[in-house]
Every structure is written in structure tokens, then in C-alpha cells.
């Protein structure tokens, strides 16, 4: 039941315009699924996630390759949608990490406003959290990282470029490179094809 439930949240959050607000779609009810999952020892709701926010990745990306008119200020969208999309999964992940934290009881002052104060969650199941958090950021940049090379390659072979423009795409890659490192935490999350 929880999990559907959360699988309908991450639909929703994941799949909204981009246009919306980038924070957490609805902080209390993510909280309390979460908080809910976790009290039952279903981590499976993070793999859920991850493959939604991929799925949402493809979604956005294609769509953007759709309306592309092939120019760099095309590409440009693409890569500001994808940094939205990033975005809004790496404040989810923070209020699951948060959540996970609060129900280990490593954060006694948490302002999650947990229904119990028991600590449910073992530091062992809080450590597997972590590494699951980690693997959905790093999957998500390494999935718009892969695709924005393959964009730039594509639109490489379809015409001819010139420096300028080689120059500004390495830029807008490296700068969405940085993005994606700040959002993981290390340079890792970045696949050498496009650095």
C-alpha cells in the first residue's frame, strides 16, 4: 500500500512541469511515506525512485530533442532541464536522508515533524539508506551526463561546427559537469565521455 502510494508521489513530483516549483512536492506526505517505508524495512521505494527519476530523464530529454531546432541555444534548454530535473531529485533526497537520519535517532532536533520519536531505523539499515541515496544522485547525473554527450556528438555528425561553437558546448558540458559533481558530492558521478 505505501509503496504504491509512493510510487504515485514520485510520478507526480518527477513529472510535473518544469516550470513548477523546484523544492519537494508536498514535504509532509513524502515524509510520512517515507518515514512509513522505512518503519517497514522496504528500501525497495529507493530503486522505485531512481528508475522514476531516470524514466523522467528520458521523458524530459526526449521531449527537448523533439523541439530542438539544432542550435546551441537548443541544447542550452536541454541541459537547464535537466539541471531542474536534477534538482528536484536532490531535494527529495534530501528529506529521505533526513528522514532516515531522524528515524536512526542522529538528529534529535530534526524539524521532520515525526509521528514517533522511537528510533525504528538501525544505524546498519541507516548506512544502507545512505548508500542508496548516494547510488540514485550519482545514476541520475551519470543518465543526463550520457545523454547530453550523446546529444552533442549527435548534433557534431549532423553538421559541421565551428571553434566557437566547439568551445562554447565544452563549456555548457563542463559546466553542467560541475553541477552534477556539487549535487553528488564528487567528480565520480560523471562519465569520462563527457569530460
Same mark, same amino acid.
Given at each position: 500500500?505505501?509503496?504504491? %502510494? $509512493?510510487?504515485?508521489?514520485?510520478?507526480?513530483?518527477?513529472?510535473?512541469?518544469?516550470?513548477?516549483?523546484?523544492?519537494?512536492? %508536498?514535504?509532509?506526505?513524502?515524509?510520512?511515506? /517515507?518515514?512509513?517505508?522505512?518503519?517497514?524495512?522496504?528500501?525497495? $521505494?529507493?530503486?522505485?525512485?531512481?528508475?522514476?527519476?531516470?524514466?523522467?530523464?528520458?521523458?524530459?530529454?526526449?521531449?527537448?530533442?523533439?523541439?530542438?531546432?539544432?542550435?546551441?541555444? *537548443?541544447?542550452? !534548454?536541454?541541459?537547464?532541464?535537466?539541471?531542474?530535473?536534477?534538482?528536484?531529485?536532490?531535494? /527529495?533526497?534530501?528529506?529521505?536522508?533526513?528522514?532516515?537520519?531522524?528515524?536512526?535517532?542522529?538528529?534529535?532536533?530534526?524539524?521532520?515533524?515525526?509521528? *514517533?520519536? !522511537?528510533? $525504528?531505523?538501525?544505524?546498519? %539499515?541507516? /548506512?544502507?539508506?545512505?548508500?542508496?541515496?548516494?547510488?540514485?544522485?550519482?545514476? /541520475?547525473? !551519470?543518465? #543526463?551526463?550520457?545523454?547530453?554527450?550523446?546529444?552533442?556528438?549527435? =548534433?557534431? *555528425?549532423?553538421?559541421?561546427?565551428?571553434?566557437? =561553437?566547439?568551445?562554447?558546448?565544452?563549456?555548457?558540458?563542463?559546466?553542467?559537469? !560541475?553541477?552534477?559533481?556539487?549535487?553528488?558530492?564528487?567528480?565520480? #558521478? #560523471?562519465?569520462?565521455? #563527457?569530460?
Amino acid at each position: 500500500m505505501l509503496s504504491n %502510494e $509512493f510510487e504515485r508521489y514520485a510520478a507526480a513530483d518527477l513529472h510535473r512541469p518544469l516550470e513548477a516549483n523546484d523544492g519537494v512536492l %508536498e514535504t509532509e506526505r513524502l515524509v510520512s511515506l /517515507v518515514a512509513g517505508l522505512l518503519r517497514q524495512n522496504h528500501l525497495q $521505494f529507493l530503486q522505485t525512485y531512481k528508475q522514476e527519476a531516470v524514466t523522467a530523464a528520458q521523458a524530459l530529454l526526449k521531449q527537448l530533442m523533439i523541439e530542438q531546432l539544432a542550435d546551441a541555444e *537548443d541544447e542550452l !534548454d536541454e541541459i537547464k532541464g535537466s539541471v531542474k530535473l536534477i534538482q528536484r531529485v536532490k531535494a /527529495v533526497h534530501d528529506v529521505i536522508k533526513e528522514t532516515a537520519a531522524s528515524s536512526a535517532g542522529l538528529l534529535p532536533n530534526s524539524q521532520l515533524n515525526m509521528r *514517533d520519536t !522511537d528510533n $525504528f531505523l538501525s544505524l546498519e %539499515e541507516h /548506512v544502507r539508506v545512505e548508500v542508496k541515496l548516494k547510488d540514485l544522485l550519482t545514476s /541520475v547525473c !551519470d543518465y #543526463c551526463n550520457d545523454r547530453l554527450a550523446s546529444l552533442i556528438s549527435t =548534433q557534431s *555528425d549532423k553538421q559541421s561546427i565551428t571553434a566557437s =561553437q566547439v568551445t562554447e558546448l565544452s563549456n555548457i558540458v563542463e559546466s553542467f559537469t !560541475d553541477m552534477c559533481e556539487n549535487i553528488c558530492g564528487e567528480a565520480e #558521478c #560523471c562519465p569520462e565521455s #563527457c569530460l
